[in-house]
């Protein structure tokens, strides 16, 4: 028997739909700019976001800090969330590679950054600050979805202060899925956008990166520095046009399931389910209780990761059946009852 593996949705293999793609893609030499089927993901990506021009590289933390490099220079600085993966999980990539000062702050409940609070962190000009000129913001964030609303806001603020705006896209189509806003239309509130394709979409490995055409020349400089420049990675890209073409609006069925999970576990004395948007669950158990979970939920094939804030976080993703909550809501029943 499979694992039921909450830990994240980057845990999916691929499916054999998506194997037969890839065996069927066309290669050639990406570096050499001449595999078709590369080209072929960037180009679906840049229409169906509206951006300009799409680049794809290995990782998510790739493509957001090829954005850092692209937009920011040495003394430049980007505000963050203290909880955000590009600040938080990255390695400090943005500092380390290109002496780019993080600015982080601590997001709201909604997952938003409060643009007064933004606002008052942007430096003056003046040499003994560093050059405030990237946001960087996260949609799902802890998957959480970010309101229409707050991104208008956010663009007319970025404007108003000739700042750049940055999307951490990881699970951008969940934020799609789970709020019917489309995708362009999230797109086109900012100057550059990360999508994980190894996320929900279920792709093994990859991630694009969108802005216009002229970033996206100068951060191809940056991905081959950073030897994100890969070879026959049509190989890959043929995984990720089939996540794009099949694995979007099935993203509505871990949605689902992760609400089904908030429901079960929440019904259980003692437990508190943060609400539910996307795939992710993020819940709170009696003190007592938290050391052993994570090692009594493995020995019965479960797996799930301690979060921050002494929560347990489960993400739902296309390897969880629905039957599979039940089994994880038994569990839970069995160790807290
Ligand atoms: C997963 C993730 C990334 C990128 O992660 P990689 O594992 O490097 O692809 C970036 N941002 C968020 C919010 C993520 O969840």
């Not at 893609?25 to 050499?32: M, R």
């Not at 955000?84 to 000062?101: D, K, M, N, R, S």
């Not at 069925?253 to 003692?270: C, Y």
């Amino acid at each position: 028997m499979q694992a039921i593996d909450l830990r994240s949705d980057t845990v999916t293999r691929p499916t054999a739909g998506m194997c037969k793609a890839m065996d069927a893609a066309a290669l050639g030499d990406d570096v050499f700019g001449d595999d078709p089927t590369v080209k072929r993901l960037e180009a679906m990506a840049a229409e169906m976001l509206g951006m300009e021009a799409a680049l794809f590289a290995p990782s998510g933390t790739q493509t957001n800090l090829i954005a850092l490099l692209t937009h920011c220079g040495r003394g430049d600085e980007y505000i963050v969330g203290q909880q955000a993966h590009t600040y938080l999980f990255e390695g400090g990539g943005g500092a380390v590679l290109g002496g780019i000062q993080p600015q982080p702050l601590d997001q709201e409940p909604d997952g938003s950054l409060d643009l007064a609070r933004v606002e008052a962190l942007i430096k003056p000009d003046d040499y003994h600050f560093a050059r405030t000129r990237l946001l960087c913001l996260e949609n799902t964030t802890w998957g959480k979805i970010l309101r229409l609303e707050y991104l208008k806001q956010a663009r007319k603020f970025i404007d108003d202060h000739g700042l750049l705006l940055h999307l951490d896209g990881a699970r951008i189509f969940n934020a799609v899925v789970g709020s019917g806003i489309p995708v362009a239309e999230i797109a086109s509130y900012f100057d550059s956008v990360s999508v994980c394709l190894s996320k929900g979409l279920g792709a093994p490995v990859g991630s694009l990166l969108l802005g216009d055409k002229d970033f996206i020349k100068q951060g191809k400089r940056w991905r081959k520095m950073l030897g994100g420049g890969m070879r026959q990675s049509g190989l890959l890209a043929a995984a990720g046009i089939y996540a794009l073409e099949n694995h979007v609006d099935r993203l509505a069925e871990d949605h689902v399931n992760a609400s089904l999970l908030a429901k079960g576990l929440s019904a259980i004395a003692g437990v508190a389910v943060d609400p539910v948007q996307t795939n992710m669950v993020l819940a709170s158990i009696p003190e007592a209780s938290r050391a052993g979970v994570v090692e009594y939920m493995g020995e019965k094939d479960i797996l799930l990761m301690d979060a921050s804030g002494g929560k347990i976080r489960m993400v739902t993703h296309l390897d969880i059946e629905e039957g599979a909550i039940e089994t994880v809501v038994d569990a839970f029943t069995g160790y807290l009852c």
